[in-house]
């Protein structure tokens, strides 16, 4: 099982911003399919943007289109999420995953899980 290590998230105010970091100690992240997802209470967990491996295809849900970025850095074996302009409705909590396929931007085409951060967009 492949091991991810999310960092970041937290309180910021509205328009702020917050990066957020997926790290793995035991595979090289750039042969895989990175996708971040969000669940906010109550909802069903959603993806919000997702690059195939090598980066050929990025995708952006409409809900983040503009505001947040998708990267890699692959000497750190990290890849990030940047998150600006950042909007009370955009809290919730934030996971990254992997695959070695890609198709879609969905949970269930991913297999391997962050452990989950917390970001909250408040006053």
């Known amino acids: 099982q492949v091991q991810l290590v999310q960092s970041g998230g937290g309180l910021v105010q509205p328009g702020g911003s917050l990066r957020l970091s997926c790290a793995s100690p035991?595979?090289?992240?750039?042969?895989?399919?990175i996708g971040w997802f969000r669940q906010a209470p109550g909802k069903e967990r959603e993806g919000i943007s997702c690059?195939?491996?090598?980066?050929?295809?990025?995708y952006y849900s409409d809900s983040v289109k503009g505001r947040f970025t998708i990267s890699r850095d692959n000497a750190q074996n990290t890849v990030y999420l940047q998150m600006n302009s950042l909007k009370p409705e955009d809290t919730a909590v934030y996971y990254c995953?992997?695959?070695?396929?890609?198709?879609?931007?969905?949970?269930?085409?991913?297999?391997?899980w962050g452990q989950g951060s917390q970001v909250t967009v408040s006053e």
């Open positions: 035991g595979i090289t992240l750039f042969h895989y399919a």
């Open positions: 995953a992997t695959t070695w396929r890609y198709d879609y931007c969905a949970p269930n085409e991913f297999d391997d």
């Open positions: 690059t195939s491996s090598g980066d050929y295809s990025t």
